[in-house]
T-cell receptor
Framework: SQTIHQWPATLVQPVGSPLSLECTVE??????LYWYRQAAGRGLQLLFY??????ISSEVPQNLSASRPQDRQFILSSKKLLLSDSGFYLC????????????FGQGTRLTVV | AQRVTQPEKLLSVFKGAPVELKCNYS??????LFWYVQYSRQRLQLLLR??SRESIKGFTADLNKGETSFHLKKPFAQEEDSAMYYC????????????FGKGTLLTVNP
């Protein structure tokens, strides 16, 4: 069976510090990978998605970046965090077939102080 | 561009009443449409997809291409239906970008 792991579950970081959130998928190969930010009143905002190693599509210009160094690993990063980066971040994966279901991780609550 | 609009942030109904959660979309091609649900303290999960034309937990959704809508309906709401509901769109084919609406928080009162 397939599983998705996302960590850490919670994170408190000072303004200006770097960020690295990691997401890994097990039990499948060549998945689509997604990073979303979930905020009250804003729903699920797509930040980045990837259809293969090294292929990143950025949806919202901002202080964050994403990388996919391995087939089933997706990393969300920042060199210098801003207060506005606080939020709940969700990783998801799906198969590369039509009408496919996306499976979500449990999320990371990031608080920038 | 692909966009999903859920006009209602909050929806409150009584148990046994019908419920309809609205979803409109914008996409130039033939989209794939989904409803996802997030119950309290649980992961976001798929509820249903338009291609399946299925009823899940009593919910149905019909794709209306003329009105570009994919509203979610249930004839008799239950308290356990209380959750956050998201409508989502994928471009189909090799377009795997998955876009969500802002969500509707459904509360079913006893």
């Amino acid at each position: 069976s397939q599983t998705i792991h996302q960590w850490p579950a919670t994170l408190v970081q000072p303004v200006g510090s770097p960020l690295s959130l990691e997401c890994t998928v097990e039990g499948t190969s060549n998945p689509n990978l997604y990073w979303y930010r979930q905020a009250a009143g804003r729903g699920l905002q797509l930040l980045f998605y990837s259809v293969g190693i090294g292929q990143i599509s950025s949806e919202v210009p901002q202080n964050l970046s994403a990388s996919r160094p391995q087939d089933r690993q997706f990393i969300l990063s920042s060199k210098k965090l801003l207060l506005s980066d606080s939020g709940f971040y969700l990783c998801a994966w799906s198969r590369q077939v039509v009408n496919t279901e996306a499976f979500f991780g449990q999320g990371t609550r990031l608080t920038v102080v | 561009a692909q966009r999903v609009t859920q006009p209602e942030k909050l929806l409150s109904v009584f148990k046994g009443a019908p419920v309809e959660l609205k979803c409109n979309y914008s996409y130039s091609g033939s989209p794939e449409l989904f409803w996802y649900v997030q119950y309290s303290r649980q992961r976001l999960q798929l509820l249903l997809r338009h291609i399946s034309r299925e009823s899940i937990k009593g919910f149905t959704a019909d794709l209306n291409k003329g009105e570009t809508s994919f509203h979610l309906k249930k004839p008799f709401a239950q308290e356990e239906d209380s959750a956050m509901y998201y409508c989502a769109l994928s471009g189909g084919g090799s377009n795997y970008k998955l876009t969500f609406g802002k969500g509707t928080l459904l509360t079913v009162n006893p």
